[in-house]
């Protein structure tokens, strides 16, 4: 089973350090990621409007999902992110999302 998890779910669950993932992973799911979402991070930690702590999360968050061997990487196209997670979850992989419109028009929720 391959799963892929957006910004927001990243960034809540660093909060309490990288252990979601092996929970994820515990449960018999590859995490994917791609680059629109690698992009976000890095916007979020390069932002002087991000809120305090968010551009340490999202560096720490780079550094941890910058391992190409251990996160392989997924095309999601150029379209909104959004949009492109609900097309992914129409492709089969389970989605990592605290974004409600994201949850209620996708089938395949990863669930920690």
């Known amino acids: ?5 957006d910004t927001g779910f990243i960034m809540n669950h660093m909060k309490n350090g990288d252990s979601f993932i092996t929970s994820i992973e515990s449960k018999g799911y590859k995490i994917r ?5 690698l992009n976000e991070l890095k ?8 809120g305090v702590g968010d551009n340490d ?3 720490k968050a780079l550094e941890l999902f910058g391992d190409h061997k251990r996160f392989k990487r ?6 909104p992110t959004n949009e ?8 089969g992989f389970f989605i990592g999302t605290l974004d409600k419109e994201v949850n209620r028009r996708i089938t395949n929720k990863l669930v920690i």
Do not use: P, R, T
């Open 1 to 5: 089973m391959q799963a892929i998890i």
């Open 33 to 37: 990621v791609s680059k629109i979402i």
């Open 43 to 50: 916007d979020i930690a390069n932002s002087v409007k991000s």
């Open 57 to 59: 999360l999202a560096k």
């Open 74 to 79: 997924v095309d999601m196209g150029h379209g």
């Open 84 to 91: 492109s997670l609900i097309a992914k979850s129409q492709e």
